[in-house]
C-alpha cells in the first residue's frame, strides 16, 4: 500500500518536474532532490489510504468545474457590465457533508470559482458564503460540488446534519 | 492568416476581454466581498482564453502542457489566496455592503 502510493506519486512528480523543464536532462539533479522533498511531504500531508483516487471521477469533476468556470466567469462580467449596477450580496449559511480533510480544501476552493459563491468562513460542520444573489439556490450548488468531489476522492459524505 | 493562428488570436482577445471586464468590475463593485467575486471568477476565465490561445501556438505537447499546468497552478492560488483575504476581512469584521431595497423606485 505504502510502497504503490510512494511509486504513483513518485513518477508524478519526476512527470512534474519533466514538464516544467520541458524535458531538459541537465539539471535532473536539483530535480530528482525537489521531487524527494515534495514525495516527502506528501506522505506527510496526504497519509496513503486515506482517499481513493478515481480517474473516471475525475474527468467528471473537470468536465463540470470547466462547465461551471465559465458560467461564473460570464455572470460575473455581465453583473459588472450593466448600466445600474443590481446585484444583492449577502451572506448565508449552509450546512456541509465533506468530511475534514482534503476534500474539504478543495471543496473551499471549487466554490469560490462556482457562480456567485465565496466561501467566507469555514466552520465545525458549516460554510458561510457570500453571494452576489441572496436567497438564489446556493445549497443546490454546494450538494452538486460536494457529491462530485466526494467520487473523485473516493470519500464518504456525512450523513444528513 | 492561417486558421490555427486566427482561433489563437480570438483566444487571447477573449482573454484579454475577460482581464478587462474583470478590472472593471473590481472598480465598480461596492466592497471587498463583491470585487473579490469580480477578480477570482472573471479573472480566471481571462488566464483560462490566454493560455488556451497560447497552448495553439506551442512548439511542441510539452510546452503545451506547461502552460496548462500555469494555468492550473495559478486557479489554485487565486482560490486560496482570495479564501484567505476574504477569511480576514470576516473575522475583522468588515460587514457585506447590501443593496438598499428601494421600493418607492419607479
Same mark, same amino acid.
Given at each position: 500500500?505504502?510502497?504503490?502510493?510512494?511509486?504513483?506519486?513518485?513518477?508524478?512528480?519526476?512527470?512534474?518536474?519533466?514538464?516544467?523543464?520541458? @524535458?531538459?536532462?541537465?539539471?535532473?539533479?536539483?530535480?530528482?532532490?525537489?521531487?524527494?522533498?515534495?514525495?516527502?511531504?506528501?506522505?506527510?500531508?496526504?497519509?496513503?489510504?486515506?482517499?481513493?483516487?478515481?480517474?473516471?471521477?475525475?474527468?467528471?469533476?473537470?468536465?463540470?468545474?470547466?462547465?461551471?468556470?465559465?458560467?461564473? @466567469?460570464?455572470?460575473?462580467?455581465?453583473?459588472?457590465?450593466?448600466?445600474?449596477?443590481?446585484?444583492?450580496?449577502?451572506? !448565508?449559511? /449552509?450546512?456541509?457533508?465533506?468530511?475534514?480533510?482534503?476534500? #474539504?480544501?478543495?471543496?473551499?476552493?471549487?466554490?469560490?470559482?462556482?457562480?456567485?459563491?465565496? /466561501?467566507?468562513?469555514?466552520?465545525?460542520?458549516?460554510?458561510?458564503?457570500?453571494?452576489?444573489?441572496? @436567497?438564489?439556490?446556493? !445549497?443546490?450548488?454546494? #450538494?452538486?460540488? !460536494?457529491?462530485?468531489?466526494?467520487?473523485?476522492?473516493?470519500?464518504?459524505?456525512?450523513?444528513?446534519? | 492568416?492561417?486558421?490555427?493562428?486566427?482561433?489563437?488570436?480570438?483566444?487571447?482577445?477573449?482573454?484579454?476581454?475577460?482581464?478587462?471586464?474583470?478590472?472593471?468590475?473590481?472598480? =465598480?463593485?461596492?466592497?471587498?466581498?463583491? =470585487?473579490?467575486?469580480?477578480?477570482?471568477?472573471?479573472?480566471?476565465?481571462?488566464?483560462?482564453?490566454?493560455?488556451?490561445?497560447?497552448?495553439?501556438?506551442?512548439?511542441?505537447?510539452?510546452?503545451?502542457?506547461?502552460?496548462?499546468?500555469?494555468?492550473?497552478?495559478?486557479?489554485?492560488?487565486?482560490?486560496?489566496?482570495?479564501?484567505?483575504?476574504?477569511? =480576514?476581512?470576516?473575522?475583522?469584521?468588515?460587514?457585506?455592503?447590501?443593496?438598499?431595497? =428601494?421600493?418607492?423606485?419607479?
Amino acid at each position: 500500500m505504502i510502497l504503490r502510493a510512494i511509486l504513483w506519486r513518485g513518477v508524478l512528480l519526476a512527470a512534474l518536474w519533466c514538464l516544467l523543464t520541458e @524535458g531538459r536532462v541537465d539539471s535532473w539533479g536539483l530535480g530528482v532532490a525537489s521531487a524527494v522533498l515534495a514525495l516527502a511531504a506528501s506522505l506527510i500531508l496526504l497519509p496513503p489510504g486515506s482517499i481513493r483516487f478515481s480517474l473516471a471521477g475525475l474527468a467528471v469533476f473537470l468536465v463540470y468545474f470547466i462547465n461551471q468556470s465559465l458560467r461564473a @466567469g460570464v455572470r460575473v462580467a455581465l453583473l459588472a457590465l450593466r448600466p445600474r449596477l443590481n446585484i444583492h450580496p449577502g451572506i !448565508e449559511p /449552509v450546512s456541509l457533508r465533506m468530511p475534514v480533510g482534503v476534500g #474539504r480544501v478543495i471543496l473551499v476552493n471549487t466554490l469560490n470559482l462556482l457562480p456567485g459563491t465565496l /466561501v467566507v468562513d469555514l466552520a465545525a460542520n458549516h460554510l458561510y458564503l457570500h453571494t452576489l444573489d441572496i @436567497g438564489g439556490s446556493i !445549497e443546490e450548488e454546494v #450538494r452538486v460540488a !460536494e457529491l462530485r468531489i466526494a467520487k473523485m476522492l473516493g470519500l464518504d459524505l456525512d450523513d444528513e446534519p | 492568416m492561417s486558421i490555427p493562428e486566427l482561433l489563437s488570436a480570438s483566444f487571447l482577445l477573449i482573454g484579454a476581454a475577460f482581464f478587462l471586464v474583470g478590472t472593471i468590475g473590481l472598480l =465598480r463593485f461596492p466592497d471587498v466581498y463583491t =470585487r473579490l467575486h469580480a477578480l477570482t471568477k472573471v479573472d480566471n476565465l481571462g488566464l483560462g482564453f490566454t493560455v488556451l490561445g497560447l497552448v495553439i501556438q506551442a512548439p511542441d505537447a510539452l510546452a503545451a502542457l506547461k502552460l496548462v499546468l500555469v494555468w492550473l497552478l495559478a486557479l489554485l492560488a487565486s482560490a486560496t489566496g482570495n479564501f484567505l483575504i476574504i477569511r =480576514r476581512a470576516f473575522d475583522k469584521g468588515i460587514a457585506p455592503w447590501m443593496a438598499q431595497e =428601494r421600493e418607492n423606485d419607479p
